[in-house]
């Protein structure tokens, strides 16, 4: 169980254009889903943290309009990355938790997107 | 600022032998401490956890050992196989939920 998806696994974009990252828990309610980000040979940096129903919270130096974050359902948040550029290339990351049932402090990760601003 | 990072970016090991990471933290705060496998292209993968009231958990071929005295956390594998070759991360809870991760080894294991 605790599985965590993210459409598309890839995706290559032109340079001002928006792409839509989706994250889903598949078998539970994630109460909360972070958002991270991990540049070639680094490590995951958190850009936010989304709650169910409410505005999310973005880490320090994360352009919130920018990178729109929407977490509409307990089972599904998105991550749209406008105008994008170059430098937005990134592995992206979510991870989600969960209130019903087990610890909260257990993050169960998506297998990640690779997005490519070309 | 807090952070939580690595003494060695990579680690060559031969098929057989024990691997030793090492992770420092510096949030004296941090009460929940876990570490994860990244393979190439793939999201992290839990190995094992331990609480701050703790100073040794084991897993399978997995041992994680937390010294608060030091702020010191280390990830033995026992008999490491070629399939352990991966980039592993410590991270740690503090009381915020998202996790702070480490700057990461790379463990390379030589057949």
């Known amino acids: 169980g605790a599985v965590v998806s993210q459409h598309p696994s890839r995706v290559i974009c032109k340079s001002g254009t928006s792409v839509k990252i989706e994250c889903r828990s598949l078998?539970?309610?994630?109460?909360?889903m972070f958002w991270y980000r991990q540049f070639p040979k680094q490590s995951l940096m958190l850009m936010a943290t989304s709650n169910e129903g409410s505005k999310a919270t973005y880490e320090q130096g994360v352009e919130k309009d920018k990178f729109l974050i929407n977490h509409a359902s307990l089972t599904l948040s998105t991550l749209t990355v406008t105008s994008a550029h170059p430098e937005d290339s990134s592995f992206y990351i979510c991870?989600?938790?969960?209130?019903?049932?087990?610890?909260?402090?257990?993050?169960?990760f998506g297998p990640g997107t690779r997005l490519t601003v070309l | 600022g807090e952070s939580v990072g690595l003494h060695l970016p990579t680690l060559s090991v031969q098929e057989g032998d024990n691997s030793i990471i090492n992770c420092a933290y510096s949030?004296?705060?941090?009460?929940?401490f876990i570490w994860y496998k990244q393979e190439s292209g793939k999201g992290p993968q839990f190995i094992i956890d331990i609480r701050s009231n703790m100073d040794k958990r084991q897993g399978q071929r997995v041992t994680v050992l937390l010294n608060k005295t030091v702020k010191h956390l280390s990830l033995q594998i026992a008999a490491t196989q070629p399939g352990d070759s991966a980039v592993y991360f410590c991270?740690?809870?503090?009381?915020?939920?998202?996790?702070?991760f480490g700057s990461g080894t790379r463990l390379q294991v030589q057949p």
């Open positions: 949030n004296s705060a941090s009460d929940y």
């Open positions: 078998d539970f309610q994630a109460t909360t």
């Open positions: 991870s989600a938790i969960t209130i019903f049932g087990g610890s909260t402090d257990t993050q169960y």
């Open positions: 991270a740690e809870n503090t009381g915020r939920r998202a996790l702070t």
